[in-house]
């Protein structure tokens, strides 16, 4: 509520030193969609909100574009548009703000919507049942040496657990692929040294000891890692 004050108390001061002004640019806004039915005009808005990050915006327009017909597919369409502005952070976030509204439509299990930092394209394989399977000393075959270039990064499925593996100089180190803010897919982070930046919100984590190096307190879990029989294997708990 302190916040539509505070946007209501600077319209109303700028249209008072700049009444000329404010009153060009908002008959502008009214003629720029005139041609437009309600239920486009609000959800090219959703796709400004996005851009400019305004989750109380979001929550606004969002509801208005449904009450005039749009389909919750058809919302999420105009936040993915904003993405070449915005960026998948943006992105990301606003979609967090519309499941927090619990709308009809947009439960987080619903198809396009659950898990959507996940859902970007990325190297990632799951290894053959075989080469999967725990044995005694719980070591676990995850890829091919050729898989994971110096300098490069795999997202792999091992049973249960979901690994990112990294080469860095020709050392191989495996940590958590979800990060701990929002589940960051950290094998599409850029890695400096030893330490990954998740792609979602920019944490930073040192693939060493899985601690963050700017959020005190965070960290991921950390695997051993070698090479066996031209395989790399992961130790993973039982």
Known sequence: MGKAKSESRGLAYLSRVRPEAMSHLLKFFGESARHLDPKTRFLISVVTKVINFSPRGLEQYVKRALKEG??????????????????L?????????ILDLELPGFEATAPGTALLAEETPAPSRDPASPAATLDASRWVSVASPEEIPPGGALHVHAGAFNLALFNVGGRLLAVDNKGPHRAGPLAHGAVTGTVVTCPLHAWKFN??????????????????????NAKVEVLLPS
């Open 70 to 87: 749009a389909t919750p597919d058809e919302v999420i369409d105009a936040v993915l548009c904003a993405y070449p502005c915005a960026g």
């Open 89 to 97: 952070t943006k992105v990301v976030d606003a979609v967090d703000v």
């Open 207 to 228: 693939l060493e000891s899985g601690d963050s190096v700017d959020h005190p307190g965070a960290r991921v879990r950390t695997y051993r890692v070698r090479v066996d």
